[in-house]
């Protein structure tokens, strides 16, 4: 019941996340599925004690496989569905303790907490690297549109 729980909510909140950006309206629930998919996939391997950096590597490529997927099969800029979907990974919780700790001067645990929230930082810029990788080729077959010789309608 509480991984049901932490998808609607992901999914509310990435969806808000697309409002606030501007997403084109029809858009909406599919950027808030981009963005609960990555939050359930990062908390469920959080869950089985795996710390945080790995699942924000594999959270992250799979949401932005599934943000090329939607951008092919709907034929809309992958920044829609990635830009809103990314929300719920960002480590801004990492990065306030990081200040906090700094700024009531205990050292090592502003230190501790900035080198994880670094970590997790290069994962999710890897995790979109790896994403986009896979060759646009293989996404384009999921165009919902079809194409003849020389043209797409």
Known sequence: MEFIVQFIVALFATLSFAVIFSAPKKELFYCGFTGALGWIIYYIMVQFDMGVVFPSLVATLCLTI?????????????????????????????????????????????????????????AIVLGIIFGFGIPQSLFNLLRKNNCNKNECV
Do not use: C, H, Q
């Open 66 to 122: 599934m943000a090329r997927i939607f951008a092919a099969a709907r034929s809309m800029p992958v920044t829609v569905y990635l830009l809103s979907g990314i929300f719920p990974l960002v480590p801004g919780a990492g990065i306030f303790y990081t200040a906090y700790f700094l700024f009531t001067n205990d050292r090592a645990l502003s230190s501790s907490k900035g080198i994880e929230t670094f970590e997790v930082a290069g």
